[in-house]
């Protein structure tokens, strides 16, 4: 999942001649998501992945409600994609195959 989104970020920097970066969030209190998609310093999505589980992560919950990022929760064995106050939870392979690679 990470070489798809980093590539995923390479391929906007030398298509679109737009600078992307690949981060993860974390505070003191040891909220984390574990990517964060940024371009020009800001946050445009955060991506926290997950085998199967489809309850989501309560950071992912914490830095989406706290500062209004876009969420996403990828899941490999999803059985129905839905959103879930705001945060999409969406199948691994339709959200890798959305990817601009």
């Known amino acids: 999942m990470k ?3 980093l590539k995923h970020a390479l391929a906007l920097t030398d298509y679109q001649a737009k600078v992307y970066n690949l981060h993860y969030l ?9 990517f964060a998609l940024v371009y020009e310093k800001q946050v445009e999505k955060m991506i926290e992945v997950k085998y199967a589980d489809a309850q989501i992560q309560p950071s992912l919950r914490y ?3 706290k500062y209004q990022f876009p969420a996403v929760q990828v899941v490999k064995e999803l059985k129905r994609e839905r959103v879930d106050g705001g945060i999409e939870i969406l199948d691994s392979d339709h959200f890798l195959s959305s990817l601009y690679l």
Do not use: A, G, P
């Open 3 to 5: 070489i798809c989104l």
């Open 26 to 34: 974390h505070t003191k209190e040891r909220q984390k998501v574990d």
């Open 63 to 65: 830095f989406s409600d």
